[in-house]
């Protein structure tokens, strides 16, 4: 590689792939990227959204100065006027009238600081962010069973297992790289078994050599069955179960009863009998499995359940801890797992603590010698729009997210945000949905300009390297919350001079009277250079004195992170989503993501490429549905749920299952004019992770007549 080439991190989905540019950006702009084959995540691969990235460094939209009332000020003035309401509400209400909603776009160190800023400094945790709506069932999951946010696996035991079960995931379109690397695995070894469970024929069933199109929210039943028919078949890991294990006879009576036998689970999840039974002997016979899930498995009322339902069997039959083997939950922003790291969910500490650690917030609050501690949890994020709507919270800080158009129940975010008194937006593009609602907004850095660190599904660090000086009058996140805070009066805990000094910080806490009590420790860099910094290459936590050269896999000890040391088998019992389709809505909205866009589409619909694989917004529905509702194929329909109606294009397909239809959830009103899907959307959440239950909603369909 030649001296000037730069090595830096994609910024879409978590798969967290390694890019490479050959040479420096210069004249702000970039050249074309490619995949960076020394990153132990892609070796060289990327998607054609990973690939398009030079495409999306635009001027165009650039948000380049601070903003009151779409008139622009100076950064001083901004920031006075930030650190004034926060002292008025704050004094006159108390801490909680603050709140932060952050993004699994942002950085660690951006992260960091705005946790410090809340929870040590303000006194409030109210700090929450749109990961919310991707993985925090299955956050609480793995807590419930290891004592522990731990993801146990690594990349490559999805090519080393021998049976791979994809739930309630998409990887061809969402983790592209991934399916990349599945698919190349399959080819070399095509003994290795793929089943793909999703209500949906989607294009990760083309590698797939069973596909249980099971009823929509039904997952957990599939699991129950698999647990009990594990220990009716002799086929427990019996040692570790007795040793390392609690509470495996009440998870084992819980599944007998709701799931006792295939035929009945089976009917339960709409399945033909003999595919699940031939799932059933693939489970039986394959020690080396993988159960890899995502958003279709989050994202729904019982979403912690599904997590545990599926964690439960890999305990019972001993399928974690070892290579090709566990249960992998794969998370969708390039950040999701760094945020939480530092703590940047509502009802998190710091680095991995929770309120409810025992010794936790007084070992945080002597290590940021904080003068506001926040002792319990916040809101998390549906709970917090509703706090703002009631008018509990009066300033909101939003960074790098577009709620209007992601979180569920678009009616109920546009009123929160009317109702707050100060809505505070850092983003780097102006124009989204979500700014239009913006009191002040702040010109941040985008990716190409942010340095510093994320960390992807598997738990491995890397560096985002600045290749652009910052547009206009951009700063970092982590600047603008450092210019605030010293203007709270907060000056010497902020006083960093770059990311390094933060991410130093960020380690040092990790591994402040740790002894191997927590899981997440990278203590190793707690005095990292600057220059080491810099240079830092991809790494799994935990990274310390023990595992300098990280991580590759967990609990190959069988040491758990709960008091007893010993995982956690939960009871569960298989439950429907909460909105069921009825006679006056009888269809099932399933949504999500498609190949080429990133989520509400501030950066890739920048890229005229990218929209050539899917131009449009679209409603897919099945021809039976089609026919009886009087819709033909590509023309519009228009849609209604409880909450709110959408004008969609059809999309005729028996890919859906009758009386189930499919939405994705990119395009916005105000950058194309369509309808924002998470309209139809209730707020629904799973009550112990407080994540919506995007995926199911109940929804009629009306062929559009022009008059
Ligand atoms: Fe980026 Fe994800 Fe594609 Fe990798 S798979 S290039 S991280 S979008």
């Known amino acids: 590689m030649s001296a000037s080439a730069v090595k830096t991190t994609c910024p879409y989905c978590g798969v967290g792939c390694g890019v490479n540019l050959s040479s420096r950006a210069s004249n702000r702009v970039v050249p074309p990227v490619s995949g960076d084959k020394s990153h132990p995540a892609n070796f060289g691969r990327l998607c054609v959204k990973g690939s398009s990235l ?39 209400f108390g801490p909680d009238a603050f709140a932060f909603y952050l993004s699994g776009q942002i950085l660690t160190e951006d992260y960091y600081v705005a946790n410090k800023l809340a929870k040590g400094f303000i006194g409030t945790a109210n700090v929450d962010t749109n990961s919310r709506l991707c993985m925090a069932s299955a956050v609480v999951g793995y807590k419930r069973a290891f004592g522990s946010d731990t993801v146990p696996c ?11 079960i994809m739930v309630g995931s998409n990887a061809a379109w969402t983790h592209p790289v991934l399916f990349q690397r599945i698919s190349a695995a399959k080819a070399k070894r095509p003994d290795m078994k793929i089943v793909v469970i999703d209500p949906r024929r989607t294009a990760t069933c083309d590698i797939a050599d ?71 002997d693939w489970w039986r016979s394959t020690p080396k499995t993988v159960t890899f899930y995502s958003q279709g498995v989050n994202q729904s009322s019982s979403g912690v359940d599904k997590c545990n339902a599926i964690i439960n069997c890999h305990l019972a039959t001993g399928r974690l801890g070892k290579v090709g083997a566990g249960p992998f939950s794969i998370t969708g922003q390039p950040n999701a797992m760094g945020g ?56 909101l800080w939003i960074m790098a997210t ?58 491995r660090l890397s560096r985002q390297r600045g290749l652009l000086p910052p547009a206009g009058e951009a700063k970092h996140d982590w600047q603008a919350i450092c210019d605030v805070a010293t203007k709270l009066g907060f000056g010497e805990a902020f006083n960093f001079k770059g990311p ?13 009277e740790n002894d191997g009590k927590r899981d997440f420790d990278i203590s190793a860099f707690e005095s990292i250079t600057k220059q080491e910094y810099d240079a830092l290459v991809p790494v799994q936590w935990p990274v310390n004195k023990a595992n300098p050269q990280g991580t590759a896999r967990m609990f190959t000890d069988k040491r758990f992170f709960t008091p007893s040391g010993k995982a956690r088998f939960v009871p569960i019992t298989p439950a429907l989503p909460k909105q069921l389709p009825n006679d006056e809505y009888p269809f099932t909205l399933n949504t999500g993501r498609v190949r080429d866009q990133w989520h509400t589409m501030t950066r890739t619909g920048d890229a005229a490429s990218l929209s050539r694989h899917l131009a449009q917004p679209f409603i897919e529905i099945h021809p039976e549905d089609a026919q009886s509702q009087g819709i033909k194929d590509k023309t519009l329909v228009k849609v209604f749920s409880p909450y709110g109606r959408a004008l969609l294009k059809a999309k005729v ?45 109940r929804v009629t ?7």
């Open 54 to 92: 030079a495409e999306t460094i635009t001027p165009k939209g650039r948000l380049l100065q601070p903003m009151i009332n779409n008139k622009t000020v100076t950064w001083e003035a901004a920031t006075d006027a930030i650190s004034a309401k926060i002292k008025q509400v704050t004094e006159e």
């Open 154 to 164: 690594s990349y490559e035991d999805l090519e080393l297992c021998d049976l791979l």
């Open 210 to 280: 069973l596909h249980l199109s099971l009823k929509p929210g039904t997952d957990a039943a599939i699991f129950s069955y698999l647990l009990q028919d594990s220990a009716h078949e002799h086929l427990l890991d019996a040692e570790f179960v007795c040793t390392h294990t609690e509470g495996f006879d009440q998870a084992l009576a819980q599944a007998e009863q709701s799931t006792p036998t295939l035929e009945a689970t089976a009917d339960f999840c709409g399945l033909a009998a003999d595919s699940l039974l031939q799932l059933r």
């Open 340 to 395: 939480r790291e530092v703590g940047g969910l509502a009802n998190q500490l710091a680095a991995h603590m929770d309120f409810a650690t025992p010794g936790a917030i007084d070992l945080v609050q002597r290590f940021w010698q904080a003068p506001n501690m926040a002792t319990e949890n916040g809101l998390k994020a549906v709970d917090m729009f509703n706090a703002i709507e009631a008018g509990d919270i009066k300033v």
């Open 402 to 459: 577009n709620p209007m158009v992601s979180l569920p129940n678009t009616a109920q975010v546009k009123r929160a945000l009317e109702k707050c008194e100060l809505v505070i937006v850092s983003d780097y593009k102006m124009g989204t949905d979500t700014s239009a609602f913006a009191d002040i907004l702040l010109p941040a850095t985008g990716w190409s300009e942010k340095d510093g660190t994320v960390t992807n599904s598997e738990r």
């Open 500 to 512: 390094h000094e933060i991410f130093a910080e960020h380690a040092a806490l990790s591994g402040f």
């Open 653 to 697: 397909t028996d890919a859906v299952a009758k009386g189930s239809v499919f939405v994705p959830i990119h395009w916005t009103q105000q950058f194309s004019n369509a309808s924002i899907v998470s309209a139809l959307i209730p707020s629904e959440v799973d009550p112990l992770s407080g994540q919506p239950e995007s995926k199911h909603a």
């Open 701 to 707: 369909l009306e062929p559009f007549k022009q008059v």
